[in-house]
């Protein structure tokens, strides 16, 4: 059973930043693809960023200079770090995994079968 809980959502001006966390529990796994969705009201889910077991990374182009994808495998997290916010960051933030694989991509939601619960971060302006 793979649980991921985010945390670290939260309210920030524009040109702020946020740190997001997923405690995840994937990396007993000797492969794996890791990523960030985001999603508004009305709106589908968005791919962020995506990670895989190999260290390979993806972004979407909205967010490449400005948001950072990392992992820390001793404490089974996945991070994203999100500089210069603008309002239309502005979005409930979903952890997401699957194993047995290395990312193709990354950034579908077909792609994932484990989801997090969300978190939310508001950008002001």
């Known amino acids: 059973q793979v649980q991921l809980v985010e945390s670290g959502g939260g309210s920030v001006q524009a040109g702020g930043s946020l740190r997001l966390s997923c405690a995840a529990s994937?990396?007993?796994?000797?492969?794996?693809?890791m990523g960030w969705f985001r999603q508004t009201p009305g709106k589908e889910r968005e791919g962020v960023t995506a990670i895989d077991s190999d260290g390979s990374i993806s972004y979407a182009d909205s967010v490449k200079g400005r948001f950072t994808i990392s992992q820390d495998n001793a404490k089974n997290t996945l991070y994203l770090q999100m500089n210069s916010l603008k309002p239309e960051d502005a979005a409930m933030y979903y952890c997401?995994?699957?194993?047995?694989?290395?990312?193709?991509?990354?950034?579908?939601?077909?792609?994932?079968?484990?989801w997090g619960q969300g978190t939310q971060v508001t950008v002001s302006s």
């Open positions: 997401a995994a699957d194993l047995g694989r290395y990312c193709s991509g990354g950034l579908r939601e077909y792609e994932y079968n484990y």
């Open positions: 994937v990396y007993i796994y000797s492969s794996y693809c």
